[in-house]
C-alpha cells in the first residue's frame, strides 16, 4: 500500500511517501515560516521525487495530536482534502504513538514518548515492542515530566520535545533514562506513516468531522469561553 503521511502537530512538521513500512521518501518543512504555503507544494516534491503521481496513493495517514492548534488544524485540512478528492482512506495517528514508531522493532526497552506543554508539564505515554506489535504501558495523559521520570523503574528510551525542552531541568531525574538516536527523537511523518498502516490495515480509519487534541485551545474557544464568564487564564489552560 502507498501512504502519504503528515506529522504537523509540532513545531517540526514533515511528510513522507511510503510503500508498505519501506520509506520512498521523506521531507521536512521550514520550520520558521507558515505551514499552510509550503504543505502542497511539498506533497508535489515528495511525490515526484518517488516517480508517483496523487492518484497512485492508496492511503493517508496524519496526526491527530496532542500537538499545535495551528498545526494539527491545516494538516487534518489538507489531508481530509485528500481523502475527499482521492477517494481513499484516512487515518489518525496519536503524535506520542508515532513517536514510538519512530524505533520500528528495534528496542529492548521501553519507550517514552512525550510531547511539550510548558515548562516541566508533558503530554506522555509509555509503549513497548512485543515481537512485531507495538504495546502501551501507559495510556497517554498529561503530568509533569520530573514526576514522571520519578515513577519509572527501569532503563526507559525517552523520545520528544516533551524531554529536548526539559532534559537541562535540575528537577529531572534521568538516571534510568536513555536518550533515542537523534534521528527519532522529533515526531516525524516517518513514525505516523509506519503506525499508520496497521490502522489502514485494521480498516480503522478517521471519523469525518473528527476534533484533533491540542495543547492548548484556540483563540476563538478562548475568546467564547470568556464571553460565557468561564475562561481562566491562557497560561492556566492545557
Known amino acids: 500500500m502507498l501512504i502519504l503521511a503528515l506529522e504537523s502537530a509540532t513545531s517540526r512538521p514533515s511528510l513522507a511517501l511510503l510503500k508498505g513500512q519501506k520509506l520512498l521518501g521523506y521531507r521536512e518543512c521550514d520550520s520558521s515560516g507558515s505551514l499552510t504555503p509550503q504543505i502542497i507544494p511539498a506533497i508535489h516534491e515528495l511525490l515526484g521525487g518517488a516517480s508517483v503521481t496523487v492518484a497512485d496513493l492508496e492511503g493517508l495517514a496524519i496526526s491527530i495530536g ?17 481523502r475527499f478528492a482521492l477517494g481513499i482512506p484516512l487515518v489518525g495517528v496519536s503524535t506520542l504513538e508515532g513517536l514510538a514508531w519512530n524505533l520500528p522493532n528495534t528496542v ?25 506489535h507495538l504495546m502501551s504501558i501507559q495510556t497517554e495523559q498529561m503530568g509533569k515530566l520530573s514526576d514522571v521520570c520519578a515513577g519509572l523503574s527501569e532503563p526507559t528510551l525517552v523520545l520528544g520535545d516533551g524531554w529536548i ?17 537523534p534521528e527519532a527523537l522529533w515526531p516525524s511523518a516517518v513514525g505516523v506513516g509506519r503506525a499508520g498502516l496497521v490502522l489502514l490495515q485494521g ?25 460565557g464568564g468561564q475562561a481562566g487564564s491562557v497560561k492556566d489552560q492545557p
Not at 496532542?66 to 485528500?82: N, Q, Y
Not at 519507550?111 to 505515554?125: E, F, K, N, Q
Not at 525542552?165 to 538516536?181: F, H
Open 66 to 82: 496532542p500537538g499545535t492548534f495551528t498545526g494539527l488544524r491545516v494538516g487534518l485540512a489538507t489531508m481530509t482534502a485528500f
Open 108 to 132: 529492548e526497552l521501553p519507550i517514552l514518548s512525550t510531547v511539550a506543554i510548558r515548562p516541566d508539564m508533558v503530554y506522555w505515554g509509555l509503549f513497548r515492542w512485543r515481537n512485531t
Open 165 to 181: 525542552r526539559n532534559q537541562a531541568d535540575s528537577g529531572i531525574n534521568s538516571d534510568l533514562l536513555v536518550e533515542g538516536p
Open 203 to 227: 480498516n480503522k480509519w478517521l471519523p469525518e468531522g473528527c476534533t484533533p487534541r491540542y495543547i492548548q485551545p484556540s483563540y476563538a474557544e478562548i475568546s467564547s469561553q470568556a464571553v
